[in-house]
């Protein structure tokens, strides 16, 4: 795996037993649904490519408290999460510590 460049990443980690992948967007751009658009077609990407070269990991998107505000607790994030199309971490970027896991 390749990290992406700037203050997005791609991690290898473990939560408690279960490794995991962690890919971190910071949602930057003019419009929260191109960057939604964006960072749904990595993870699918990155998804696919760990269900063939490590499919003992599970994909995260990490994404701060403002995004998981802004795009996972309105209808269309709450329809991605319900349906399992993404599993995200969110973080508090100026404490750097992990907020919440979703689902859950």
Same mark, same amino acid.
């Given at each position: ?10 991690? %290898? ?12 967007? %910071? ?57 399992? %199309? ?19």
């Amino acid at each position: 795996m390749f990290a992406d460049l700037g203050a997005e990443t791609l991690f %290898s980690a473990e939560k408690e037993q279960t490794k995991i992948v962690v890919e971190i967007k %910071s949602f930057t751009g003019v419009s929260v649904i191109k960057d939604l658009e964006q960072a749904l077609g990595q993870y699918t990407l990155y998804q696919r490519i760990l269900e063939v070269k490590e499919p003992e990991r599970i994909l995260y998107l990490a994404v701060t408290t403002r995004v998981a505000r802004e795009v996972f607790e309105v209808e269309l994030g709450q329809l991605l999460l319900d349906t399992g %199309s993404v599993r995200i971490l969110v973080f508090d970027a100026e404490q750097e510590v992990i907020i919440q896991w979703l689902p859950n």
